[in-house]
């Protein structure tokens, strides 16, 4: 049987939750700003796994904030969990689309053929990664992503990327797949969508209570 859901407590303030959202955002910046704009020289760079690892966590934390913040906004009920999927589809259906709508636009705009858009993490607990794994975590690197494939592949990121050392074996690696630009893409689209929501409420000190919302804090 499923776990219910259970619902944030209010009242939080968007404004606040809006804020830890882009120190989050800005801290995954820090890793990804250098990285090499194309694949090919990408390819050819050595990346920092846990320096990437960080990125990954602090950026999907950050998408999560910004979906909980426009709840919040908007007087919905808060799900308390990690998963982005659950918290996209409890957006109002409007919402969804214009988000959907706007992330493909600007997809097309800003990824052009020769961009690097992801990387991928292993990690072991002996001295060398077992590579026959990767062929599974390749199939997994399709980039041409909509925004619910990107969810879908991306909705337990923030705990997949946290635990990616705990949760690894002797016998067997752990992978993550870091959907970067796309993931930036997506964040930098859900923080403008709040600075334009949240212009028009009265403070930045306001908290707004979802009345429908039980549960613990989120």
């Not at 209010?10 to 910046?29: V, W």
């Not at 979906?67 to 918290?87: D, R, S, W």
């Not at 893409?185 to 859900?190: D, G, N």
């Amino acid at each position: 049987m499923a776990n219910k859901i259970q619902y944030a407590k209010g009242p939080y303030s968007p404004f606040q939750l809006l804020t830890a959202s882009n120190a989050y955002f800005a801290l995954s910046e820090v890793a990804t700003a250098a990285y090499p704009v194309d694949q090919e020289t990408m390819s050819r760079t050595v990346i920092d796994s846990d320096e990437s690892l960080a990125s990954a966590t602090n950026r999907i934390l950050a998408i999560e904030l910004y979906f909980k913040a426009l709840l919040v906004g908007l007087a919905f009920p808060v799900p308390m969990v990690h998963n982005l999927v659950i918290l996209f589809e409890h957006l109002p259906l409007d919402v969804r689309d214009e988000l959907d709508r706007q992330y493909d636009a600007r997809c097309r705009k800003q990824i052009l053929p020769d961009h690097a858009q992801a990387i991928v993490m292993g990690f072991q607990l002996t001295d060398a990664i077992d590579s026959e794994d990767m062929p599974k975590v390749i199939d997994q690197l399709p980039l041409n992503l909509s925004l619910l494939q990107l969810l879908e592949k991306n909705k337990d990121g923030f705990i997949d990327s946290r635990y990616l050392f705990q949760r690894a074996t002797v016998e067997k690696s752990n992978w993550y797949v870091y959907h970067y630009r796309r993931l930036s893409i997506l964040a930098k689209l859900l923080r403008a969508t709040l600075e334009v929501s949240l212009a028009a409420m009265p403070s930045a000190g306001s908290g707004v209570t979802a009345d429908k919302a039980t549960g613990a804090d989120a």
